[in-house]
Structure formats: structure tokens, C-alpha cells
């Protein structure tokens, strides 16, 4: 028996086109393993323009015209087929079960995510989202509102991309309680670790991420520790029980690291990670993220480049670490895969 | 809304224990967070007695009367008491959800956990287990059993303890396909080789491990890697769809690893490990137990002591390691615990 699962997608870039491409490729596998069929009915973006159609979008011919023409206008018209519906005119109108809230997203404020991931839930349907903007900003009160409507609201693709650092908490570790976190959770920071361990200067590891795509060019975000912080405190607020807000996070980038310093700690048998860190204290859960000299037999000290890791100590297993991508389109992508098939199985 | 999931446990020796114990600690935290409450109705122990209660025996006297006399014929008398019935009775008999086989199981045939299993599945009972026998063994035939009745059948204490390493190929990373699984399963020859890189023996550290409790008086089946070996098909069967028996296995054990060779991988930049390995290879599933020269960079080489990890290969995320305990009383009792809570939502 297979059930049709119907989403929209607001925003159709990288994460997007990665989602699409998966359920082209593996469409007919995942519904012989798991019974569902995910069924593309909506796409609203911004910039590349906006389709519905209650009976489902052809995945495959909205990747062709995107990569074509960069729009969604050329997608082949045909009976059913709506045009310009915007993004809040999608999650309400659309038939789709789930929203898949994946447009630029303001840090700052959340938006236009929050109002989309609302709307959805006001609408009675689920939303899975990648960007960490609305859920850093606002857990409590989505997750609220989610349970007031009886629909669900999930965002693995916020911390390490695709590995499923949430779901490995909130399921695979159902039952055990955390009682500290601690993780590399910006891959752009740990590959110019990596970088100066060989000895190459932070100014110049920093280029040669920047080169790679690996980091912006503002690269403030990344080195200032302010993307790690958002992560650690959706872990904080998610698997907990905290009410952090970024700006409370215990913050130190990597930017005045040297070579000296990578040098001294080598000396003690130790390497810098930058770790992000939860725990309790007082009654209260807080955060951290600060460059950490930790000993080359800690787990975390072998993760090199632009890998991600997070350590979970809890009561009944002591420390369980879970290594992985951070990011990268495939992986995104399979991130909003991995939330819609536990939402078909719930 | 708290649903209660009955349980019937066939053995009550280290890991039953470990569990009784967590359902006494955290029972009352159990029922809140995931709406059950595990309830032990049947304890059959071929050493310690048999007792049955349909209303629910009490895990705490279970407890204090096991660790102050070694049996269970001094748990207090009271009306709905059965004692005396064995395993197959209290498999049949009993009104249990769910059998958890614990016993003491012969690794060359699998007994008597088999014939509990399958009991179980003709009773419509879903049955949990810890030992790795009967699933190295036997899972095509019970997991085709367990589905023809509709009754659930988990293992997750077989590989790894209670570290979800099933779980998260079957749930966190559904929709992942796995084509490699890589791991250090088995803890006593971690331990062995973490030792030899400190330039001790291959005897004197097997010596060590025998008077930690790591080692047994007899190590064959550690240190000739017949131990991952089984754990090394569990996870070819049930995550890779393989059909492997054991004796398949391409196995060498560490006994023969001298200090040179120790010596010679690290001035490499390497260090030896015990990885167990299964791929595909001309349409069927393989498997090896092999010492290997790891690179330091390498996920599996930071892991040190008795500690396992397991590295999947994905289509679609890359590599993915999980690290974590491998024994113990608590893990291993927190195995059966993961697994009550995974049927218990389904």
C-alpha cells in the first residue's frame, strides 16, 4: 500500500533542486521501502517564479527548465496548472500535506521563514525547514503552535545538514536523558583548523576556504562563531529543555588563533577544535562556543575538514558521537528527505 | 494518555537486570515523555525461578530479592502469583506484548533463544534480543516469521550495545542506501590494540583485558574475530539485504600482531585496528574481519579502548561514523529499552 504525500517547496534553490533530484532519482525505491510517494504539487520562489497543480508538479521538468532557463516560467503548461501564486498564497491554498520552507532567510529576524512556517501550521499542515534562522530564533513558539494544530514541525538540516544529528536524539537515543552536548558544528571553521595544523596561516587558510566556496566573503559568521552558537542552541532548546536566545551563547570565534598557538598545542599531544558546547548548570541550560584545546584522544579531535561531529553524554551510555557532512546539496537535500519520511511514518 | 506494554523476560541474569533497574529509575519519566509505561508481568530464569503476575510484577522487589539471595523464590507471595512455569510456558502462557530473550544462548546453534523467538512470533508476541547468535544465525527465518504474524522483531543489543547503531541505519538514515559498513565491533581487541600502541605485548595486554573482565579466561572468539564476525553479518543481513553465514566471513584475529608491526604502521603514520567490513561485490553481500593499517585522519582510528564505531557509506550523505560503548550492564539493558520504545510507537 502506498500512500501520496503531497509538498510544497517555498524557495527552489540548492536545497531545493538537491530534493528534487533525490525523489527523481529515488522516487520508486523509497516507495517500495517505506510505502509513501512524495509528490511535488507546489513551487514558489522569489526570483524563479511559482507553480501548483493539485495532481503533482513533473520533479524532473522542473529541474530541466530551472537548469535551462534559471525561471520556472517555461515549465509546460497543462490543465490544472496554476501560476503566480506567492509564497504565503501557496502554503494556504495548496493542497500540500507538508511546506518545505527552504527561501533566503533573514538571521536577523527569522523572515520571511517564520510567517511561512505559521502559516503553514494556521493551515494544518506540517513544515520541514534547513535554515537555522527561524528555529535559533523561535523553537518555543513553533513548536507551540505546531502542537496546538496537531501537525508536525521538523528542521534536521539545521545542524550538520543531512546527518541526522536530531533525529539520532530525539529517536535512536529515545529514552536516555542528555546531559551535555558538545560539538563541531561549523564546518568552515574546523577545515581552517585542519588547514593550519599543516601549517598554514590562518589568513591563508581562510583564502583557500573562501576559494573552495567553503566560507563567504564576509566570512564573519563562520570565524566569529555566531553560525556554531545558532546550532548549539537549537540543540539546547530542542533536546534540552532550554530557552537560550544566540545572543546568550558563551561566544569566542577563531579569528586571532595562530600558528604558534596550533604549534603549542601540538607540543601537549592536543588540537584546536572550535566546540560548541551545552550542559546545565544552576537550573538552567547553557551554551557555548569557544576554540577548545582537546587531546588527540578525544572523538572529536580526529574530525578534520569540513566534517561535523557531535558528541551526546547521556545517563544510560555514557558518550555517543555521531560524525558526518555539515553541508553540501545532496546532503541538505536528504536532510528534508529524512524529516518527510518520519512525518509519513508518525 | 499512557498506553502499558507488557513484558515477559526469559533470563534475568546481567542485562535483564540492568533493565529492571532503568525501568525502576526512570519508569516515571518513560511514561511522560513517550506516553508508555513498560510493565514486567513474567521473569523465567532456568537458574533463578520463574514467576508470572498478569497485573504486573514489582521491578524493584524483582531487584532486592535477585541481589540478596541470587533467586527469585523469596519475592513476596501475593494473589495472581505463578511461579514455576519455564520459558515456552511463560512465552505462551503469559500475556505479555513483548518477550525479551536473554537467556544464556549457545553461539553455535543458536538455542534456546531460537525456539523462544520463534514461541514469540506463534503467539503473536513480539520478541526483543541482546544476544547475536540467533540473529547471525537465523534472521531471514525469524524476520520472515515475525512479519507473516505482524509482530515486531529488534535486536539492537547484538551489534554494539545499546548504541543505536541499527537504529540509526534503519530510522535516522532511512532513505539513505548503504553501501559499505566499516567498524570496530568488538571492544576487547580495541582495547588490546590500544595498549600495544602504549608497547605492550599482544600477551600482556590480552593479560590486562582478562583481569579487567574485557577478556574471557578462553579469548578465541574475541581475539580470532569470531565475535565480529557474527556482528559483521547481522549488519550484512539486515542492512544490506545479504545472506551470510558466518562461516562466509573472511576472518583473521589479532594474535598474531606483534609490537613490530605496531611499530611499523605508526612510523606510517597508521595504527592498527580490527575492522570489520561488508560491501557488494559481483551482486552479493561480503564480509571481513581483517586487522588493517588505518590512517590517523581516518574516523575509526581516534577510537580507542573498549569503546566500537561503525562508519556507514551512503548514496546520499557520505560517510557517517557513529562511536559509542559496546558492553555494559546499563548499555546493554538500555539496548532492550530502545527497542520496547521503537515497538511501542509503531
Redesign the interface.
Known amino acids: 500500500m502506498t500512500i501520496t504525500h503531497r509538498i510544497a517547496l517555498i524557495g527552489f534553490g540548492t536545497v531545493g533542486q538537491g530534493l528534487a533530484e533525490?525523489l527523481v532519482d529515488?522516487g520508486d525505491?523509497?516507495e517500495q521501502q517505506?510505502g509513501v510517494r512524495f509528490q511535488i504539487v507546489a513551487v514558489s520562489d522569489l526570483l524563479k517564479g511559482s507553480l501548483y497543480q493539485a495532481t503533482g508538479l513533473d520533479a524532473a521538468a522542473l529541474l530541466e527548465v530551472v537548469r535551462r532557463t534559471g525561471k520556472l516560467e517555461e515549465y509546460p503548461v497543462n490543465r490544472g496548472l496554476f501560476t503566480g501564486l506567492d509564497s504565503l498564497e501557496t502554503i494556504r491554498r495548496s493542497n500540500a500535506d507538508t511546506v518545505v520552507e527552504i527561501s533566503w532567510t533573514d538571521v536577523q529576524t527569522g523572515q520571511p521563514a517564520i510567517d511561512h512556517v505559521k502559516a503553514a501550521f494556521e493551515n494544518g499542515k506540517n513544515a520541514v525547514l534547513t535554515n537555522k534562522g527561524p528555529v535559533a530564533l523561535a523553537y518555543q513558539e513553533l513548536a507551540g503552535l505546531a502542537a496546538a494544530q496537531g501537525v508536525q514541525f521538523r528542521f534536521e538540516g539545521t545542524v550538520m545538514s543531512?546527518?541526522?544529528a536530531i533525529?539520532?536524539a530525539q529517536?535512536?537515543?529515545?529514552?536516555?536523558?542528555i546531559s551535555q552536548i558538545q560539538g563541531i558544528l561549523n564546518g568552515t571553521t574546523n577545515y581552517i583548523l585542519t588547514q593550519m595544523e599543516t601549517g598554514q596561516s590562518y589568513a591563508s587558510a581562510l583564502a583557500e576556504a573562501q576559494r573552495l566556496g567553503y566560507a563567504e566573503a564576509d566570512p564573519t559568521a563562520d570565524v566569529e562563531g555566531w553560525d556554531a552558537a545558532g546550532k548549539a542552541v537549537i540543540l539546547a532548546n530542542v533536546l534540552m529543555g532550554g530557552d537560550l536566545q544566540v545572543a546568550a551563547v558563551d561566544r569566542t570565534g577563531i579569528s586571532k588563533l595562530t600558528l604558534a598557538d596550533v604549534d603549542a598545542a601540538r607540543a601537549a599531544g592536543e588540537r584546536w577544535k572550535l566546540i560548541a558546547k551545552v550542559w546545565h548548570s544552576d537550573g538552567t541550560t547553557k551554551a557555548s562556543v569557544t576554540p577548545t584545546r582537546v587531546p588527540?584522544?578525544?572523538?572529536l579531535?580526529?574530525?578534520?575538514g569540513a566534517v561535523n561531529a557531535v558528541t551526546y553524554t547521556t545517563d544510560?551510555?555514557?558518550?555517543?558521537?555521531?560524525?558526518?557532512?555539515g553541508a553540501g546539496r545532496?546532503?541538505t537535500?536528504?536532510a528534508v528527505?529524512?524529516d518527510l519520511?518520519?512525518i509519513a511514518r508518525e
Open positions: 533525490i529515488k525505491s523509497l517505506h543531512g546527518t541526522p533525529r539520532l529517536r535512536a537515543l529515545a529514552g536516555c536523558t588527540l584522544s578525544h572523538p579531535a580526529g574530525v578534520g544510560l551510555l555514557g558518550d555517543v558521537t555521531l560524525v558526518g557532512p545532496m546532503e537535500g536528504y528527505l529524512g519520511l518520519e
